[in-house]
């Protein structure tokens, strides 16, 4: 009898499934003793190691198969990062009571084991162990976190099924799972469908408004206002996604409202991360005066400033952010961090300011920071823009670490200081390093080479683009389009354009440009007519293109078709669309309607100026020309190479010898434009057609240009105009030895030896045109009745 007691105390305890204090016996209370002192002490576990001592010693002591207790060593498995522990230890105490399946649900969320999430959620589907609010919630976090937006649908679908949909809590997940995955549209479906709305609800809809750049983020202020009228008081949460939303609209008085209403409420005294988020709206707002006097009556946290330094280099006021950099240091006394440095190395990149950026490099190697890879990526950077590609190279090559932003820059680097074996290479040792390519990566690639006209490495980038699954990529299809029509391919521009299932504008705008460069206006004007019919509206680039099309074509009544469909689509006030048309009239011979046009604009930038300049010149209204620049000046318009072309050819064409000269010399001494092959030949024309031969001969003689042939045959025109035989025959064997086999050069040459009396020479050179395959083209002129 007495052994059989003693059998019952063994075997009792070792069937205990749960970690219940329950039980009248001494060996269960004593049990529950030592489950509590297990529990206390595993709190104590810093590793894994010491944890695994405990755990051997709950074994020991028959308390394997406690829920209570197994769920906490569960836990801390999970948090020191021994998942296959973990597993075991849930395999031992698992039941079908879903609140342990939660409980462990979140650990495994905490720890950041969000696959693990899933496979316990598929898993209590199988069991038919039933799901609540709790498992929904956490399972939809984790495909938040995974950005698996098909499986956050099916757990969408099980919501709805169990009548969860509308849980505030579940409903704030589903919120956060199609905000952050770019689904805003579904985000507000839910939002509407959730009954029982708290201030968490109506954050989360509106932080998922904060990500959205577009018109639509406005509505995360009338969330806003609802949540008021439903006497929900806007927390600092609230508040710094508000401030989010209206910094990236730009919309300053919508931000500044925010801030009215934080320091009425109090919300948020001394609080850094508001603070920051203030700077930050301000800054993207362009307000920076107020950002600095946030800065200034306050202590002024390092991510502030990063937040104002972001702003001025993202806006391109990389000379402020140096500046604002300077003050932070020396005045506010605030130690930089690695984000201060890469946000100033950026500015530094922009302005190339090699110096500065050394500086700061020899400050990091002095304090002996490391370098991480944001860092050391900026500094590839800014040595690459400065030209100092072997520094580059060499910082590169010592990064323990690279990823695909870094490849990126070195890559972009070296084809920028036209290094192109150096970058394909370099692409090479990515894939051999198992890097993938991102579409940054190709886009780049094609865009360097599309400017250096490389048609042989645009194509491998192509069929690098197919092989790596990339041509389904929109912008990569785009820039590929952009690259063969740049390189003149447009039978290959056009294939890639049909084999695009999905066109967006930027498509339709690169076709067109490509058939424009091609002289193919017909077809631009077709491409315009079958955008719209496929539901695209055309923006002022694509207008633009559109206009210039239809004036080469001298189609006057379709440049005024566009004219009303830009005033139809309240586009009248867009610069360069009314640039172009300003410019397409003249073409088409309505001067009247290009002056209106000028007139009208409330904004006129240079290149409005130099639309009716070359307007005016196209005329024939030369004196006009002149009075125009002279405008310019006076309202302090600066002007660039295109003005300088037209003022000097009106120059030439209205013989005002003196006054060209001066408007020439003022290029350099009053403007900084650096002279270029036209201006040169607009000289050479003034010199010509004023009958100062011998002066217009010398300057060509002293310019260090390799082609010179189109001046010299400007100055052969006026020779035989003037009839100077003697220079108009020395002009011709400079051409016929040095100039190319041009057939109008030959005719023009003929005809000076001809009035020479150099009959026989005259002959000879016309047979020898005749005989050869040039052909001089005939003039034609199109254009509609005005």
């Not at 004007?525 to 955008?531: A, D, E, G, I, S």
């Not at 078709?561 to 640039?579: Q, S």
């Not at 006076?634 to 000097?648: A, C, G, N, R, Y």
Request: overall charge neutral; glycine content about 8%.
């Amino acid at each position: 009898m007495q052994s059989g007691s003693k059998f019952v105390k063994i075997i009792v305890p070792a069937r205990r499934l749960s970690g219940s204090i329950s039980g009248t016996t001494v060996g269960s209370s004593k049990k529950v003793c030592d489950a509590g002192m297990f529990a206390l002490l595993a709190q104590s576990c810093a590793d894994v190691q010491s944890l695994k001592k405990l755990h051997a010693r709950v074994l020991a002591h028959g308390l394997g198969r406690d829920v209570i207790l197994g769920s906490k060593i569960l836990g801390l498995y999970a948090h020191l990062g021994a998942l296959p522990d973990s597993r075991l230890v849930f395999r031992s105490i698992v039941n079908g009571d879903l609140a342990l399946w939660n409980s462990v649900m979140v650990d495994y969320f905490r720890a950041g084991y969000l696959e693990e999430v899933i496979l316990l959620y598929r898993r209590l589907k199988l069991h038919q162990f039933g799901l609540n609010e709790k498992t929904i919630t956490f399972g939809l976090k984790s495909c938040t976190e995974l950005r698996n937006l098909f499986l956050g649908k099916g757990l969408h679908v099980d919501s709805l099924k169990l009548g969860l949909s509308g849980d505030k809590f579940v409903g704030s997940s589903l919120i956060g799972l199609y905000s952050k995955l770019g689904k805003i549209d579904a985000s507000q479906r839910v939002f509407e469908e959730i009954f029982d709305k708290d201030i968490v609800t109506y954050t989360s809809m509106i932080s998922g408004y904060s990500a959205v750049v577009d018109s639509s983020a406005r509505n995360a202020f009338e969330i806003a206002s609802q949540m008021i009228r439903n006497n929900l008081e806007v927390n600092r949460v609230t508040l710094v996604s508000l401030l989010q939303v209206a910094g990236n609209l730009e919309a300053f008085r919508l931000g500044k409202s925010m801030h009215c209403y934080a320091i009425r409420r109090g919300i948020g005294v001394s609080d850094e991360v508001l603070e920051t988020s203030l700077v930050d709206m301000y800054t993207r707002c362009g307000a920076y005066q107020i950002a600095y006097a946030l800065l200034n009556n306050s202590k002024g946290n390092v991510a502030s400033w990063n937040a104002v330094l972001s702003g001025l280099t993202r806006t391109q006021g990389s000379r402020d952010a140096i500046q604002y950099f300077s003050v932070m240091l020396h005045h506010h006394k605030v130690t930089p961090d690695s984000v201060t440095f890469a946000n100033v190395l950026s500015a530094c990149a922009e302005l190339c300011y090699c110096g500065y950026a050394a500086s700061i490099h020899a400050y990091l190697i002095r304090r002996t920071i490391a370098l991480d890879l944001v860092l050391a990526t900026a500094l590839i950077e800014v040595y690459c823009k400065c030209k100092r590609v072997v520094r580059s190279s060499h910082l590169f090559d010592q990064l323990m670490v690279k990823d695909a932003v870094s490849y990126n820059v070195m890559m972009h680097g070296y084809l920028q200081n036209g290094l192109p074996d150096e970058a394909t290479t370099l692409l090479y040792h990515m894939m051999k390093e198992c890097i993938a390519p991102s579409s940054a990566t190709v886009v780049c690639l094609l865009a360097a080479f599309a400017d250096q006209r490389d048609l042989v490495r645009g194509r491998w980038i192509h069929g690098f683009a197919i092989r790596h699954g990339f041509s389904s990529d929109v912008d990569i299809a785009n820039q590929i389009l952009h690259m063969y029509s740049i390189c003149r391919e447009i039978v290959a521009a056009k294939i890639v354009f049909d084999s695009l299932e999905k066109k967006n504008l930027v498509s339709w705008t690169a076709m067109m440009k490509g058939c424009l460069s091609f002289g193919r206006a017909d077809e631009v004007v077709r491409l315009c007519q079958l955008m719209q019919q496929h539901g695209e509206k055309p923006d002022s680039i694509t207008l633009m293109y559109a206009v210039q099309a239809v004036s080469e074509l001298g189609h006057l009544k379709g440049v005024k078709e566009i004219h009303c469909f830009v005033y139809h689509a309240f586009m009248e006030k867009d610069t360069i669309t009314a640039n172009s048309l300003i410019t397409a009239y003249a073409k088409c011979g309505r001067l009247d309607l290009s002056e209106a046009l000028f007139y009208g604009l409330e904004h006129k930038n240079l290149d409005s100026w130099n639309a009716v300049i070359s307007a005016y010149g196209i005329h024939g209204f030369y004196i006009k020309v002149l009075e125009m620049f002279q405008q310019m000046e006076e309202e302090k318009i600066k002007p660039d190479e295109l003005t300088f072309t037209s003022v000097l050819s009106a120059c030439s064409h209205a013989g005002l010898v003196k006054e060209g000269w001066c408007i020439f010399q003022s290029m350099i001494s009053l403007y900084s434009v650096h002279p270029q092959d036209e201006h040169y030949g607009c000289i050479v024309d003034l010199l010509g057609r004023a009958g100062h031969l011998e002066e217009g001969y010398e300057f060509i003689k002293l310019l260090s240009m390799t082609d010179k042939s189109s001046m010299y045959c400007a100055l052969l025109s006026a020779c035989r105009t003037y009839g100077n035989i003697l220079l108009g025959h020395i002009i011709s064997k400079e051409l016929l030895e040095h100039g190319p086999q041009d057939p109008g050069t030959y005719a023009l040459i003929s005809e000076v030896y001809a009035q020479e009396g150099q009959w026989n020479e005259s002959a000879n050179l016309r047979a020898s045109t005749n005989g050869s395959d040039s052909k001089k083209l005939p003039g034609s002129s199109l254009m509609e009745s005005v």
